[in-house]
Every structure is written in structure tokens, then in C-alpha cells.
């Protein structure tokens, strides 16, 4: 037989302790001590439901977002330009009034090609003190896109004019335009030449 020994003072406290910060099993489960079954919990309260509205034959649907573009437009961009030309000059030239005095055809070269093939037709224009030429890009293939990145429609059509405004030929270039639909339309490009001093 076991004897059972009496605490001391300062073991008598620290259980008095332990025992205050202890939680109740009762009480931990959900279960009420004079009760043996365990307490419901409350229904979490739910979101409204967005309320749609009835379907009618003949109603529309909204309209899709735009698809998505790798770069700004060419002709949007060009059009935000400032006119650095005569006003009545570049009236006429966005009419197709203006007969371009020489064109080049980059449709279809490669950019490796096109880019020293267009410096040197802008330099001997500009040479010839001719101020209105005419550059065909083309509008680009459209291709199946067959990967995850989307590819650009027409790289020439979007990457001479940013070699029109840089050097070498920035200096020599006053006003870059659209081509009139008689020259070309969004496949071509006016190119107004400054006057050599």
C-alpha cells in the first residue's frame, strides 16, 4: 500500500497555478459539463449571391476586350507625331496629291537586308536634294501563331520607322507618314526629306 504524501507549500502553488491556466476537456470539446452531447456549431454567414439578369432572345452580349497587341500601332503612333512640314504640304501628301520623286520596295527582305539597303536609298535621296520618297514595306503574313508568345504581324512594317528616326537617317528624315491607299495605304510610307544647307 502506497502512502500519499503531503505537499509541501511552494508545490501546493505551482499546482494551484498549473490548474488556474488550465482549460476544462468539458470545455475544449464543445460539450457542456451537466450536458454529455457536444454543441452545434453556428452556420457561417454567407455572401450574397450576385443577381443576374434574365436572358432575352435578341439581347446582345457585351463586347470583347481588345486582343492583345505587342506593340502600339504604327499608323496611331505616327498620326501622334507633330506635323514639322508645311501644313499645306503635308495636307496634300496625306491626300496622295504629292507624286513621290523615288520609292523602295523592302517587301520581303529580311531586316539584316532592309535596314542598310533603306539607309543608303535615304542618304542618295537626300543627296539629290529630293524631298518626297516612298518606302514599301508590305503589311506583313499573318501566320498561325503556334506558341504561347504572340508574334508580330508585319516586322518591317513596324521597325522602319523607328530606323527612319534614329541615326543615321534621323537627321535627314522631317516627317514620316502613312502612305495615301494610291501608294500603298498602311503597306507604305511617305517620307518627306529636310532640305540640305
Given at each position: 500500500?502506497?502512502?500519499?504524501?503531503?505537499?509541501?507549500?511552494?508545490?501546493?502553488?505551482?499546482?494551484?497555478?498549473?490548474?488556474?491556466?488550465?482549460?476544462?476537456?468539458?470545455?475544449?470539446?464543445?460539450?457542456?459539463?451537466?450536458?454529455?452531447?457536444?454543441?452545434?456549431?453556428?452556420?457561417?454567414?454567407?455572401a450574397?449571391t450576385?443577381?443576374?439578369?434574365?436572358?432575352?432572345?435578341?439581347?446582345?452580349?457585351?463586347?470583347?476586350?481588345?486582343?492583345?497587341?505587342?506593340?502600339?500601332?504604327?499608323?496611331?503612333?505616327?498620326?501622334?507625331?507633330?506635323?514639322?512640314?508645311?501644313?499645306?504640304?503635308?495636307?496634300?501628301?496625306?491626300?496622295?496629291?504629292?507624286?513621290?520623286?523615288?520609292?523602295?520596295?523592302?517587301?520581303?527582305?529580311?531586316?539584316?537586308?532592309?535596314?542598310?539597303?533603306?539607309?543608303?536609298?535615304?542618304?542618295?535621296?537626300?543627296?539629290?536634294?529630293?524631298?518626297?520618297?516612298?518606302?514599301?514595306?508590305?503589311?506583313?503574313?499573318?501566320?498561325?501563331?503556334?506558341?504561347?508568345?504572340?508574334?508580330?504581324?508585319?516586322?518591317?512594317?513596324?521597325?522602319?520607322?523607328?530606323?527612319?528616326?534614329?541615326?543615321?537617317?534621323?537627321?535627314?528624315?522631317?516627317?514620316?507618314?502613312?502612305?495615301?491607299?494610291?501608294?500603298?495605304?498602311?503597306?507604305?510610307?511617305?517620307?518627306y526629306?529636310?532640305?540640305?544647307r
Amino acid at each position: 500500500m502506497t502512502r500519499k504524501r503531503k505537499l509541501r507549500p511552494e508545490e501546493a502553488e505551482l499546482w494551484g497555478q498549473v490548474a488556474r491556466s488550465a482549460t476544462p476537456l468539458d470545455k475544449a470539446r464543445g460539450m457542456d459539463s451537466t450536458r454529455a452531447a457536444p454543441k452545434k456549431p453556428e452556420p457561417a454567414p454567407q455572401a450574397p449571391t450576385p443577381q443576374i439578369p434574365p436572358f432575352q432572345i435578341g439581347q446582345s452580349s457585351k463586347p470583347k476586350p481588345p486582343g492583345h497587341s505587342l506593340a502600339p500601332s504604327i499608323s496611331a503612333s505616327l498620326a501622334g507625331d507633330p506635323v514639322a512640314m508645311d501644313k499645306k504640304a503635308f495636307t496634300r501628301l496625306k491626300r496622295g496629291k504629292l507624286t513621290p520623286e523615288a520609292r523602295i520596295d523592302l517587301h520581303g527582305m529580311t531586316l539584316d537586308r532592309a535596314h542598310p539597303a533603306l539607309v543608303g536609298f535615304i542618304q542618295r535621296a537626300s543627296a539629290r536634294d529630293m524631298r518626297l520618297v516612298l518606302v514599301i514595306t508590305g503589311k506583313g503574313k499573318s501566320r498561325p501563331d503556334e506558341g504561347p508568345i504572340p508574334q508580330r504581324r508585319g516586322v518591317l512594317r513596324h521597325q522602319v520607322p523607328q530606323w527612319l528616326r534614329m541615326p543615321p537617317l534621323g537627321p535627314l528624315v522631317l516627317q514620316i507618314s502613312e502612305a495615301h491607299i494610291r501608294h500603298g495605304g498602311g503597306g507604305a510610307y511617305y517620307v518627306y526629306l529636310r532640305r540640305r544647307r
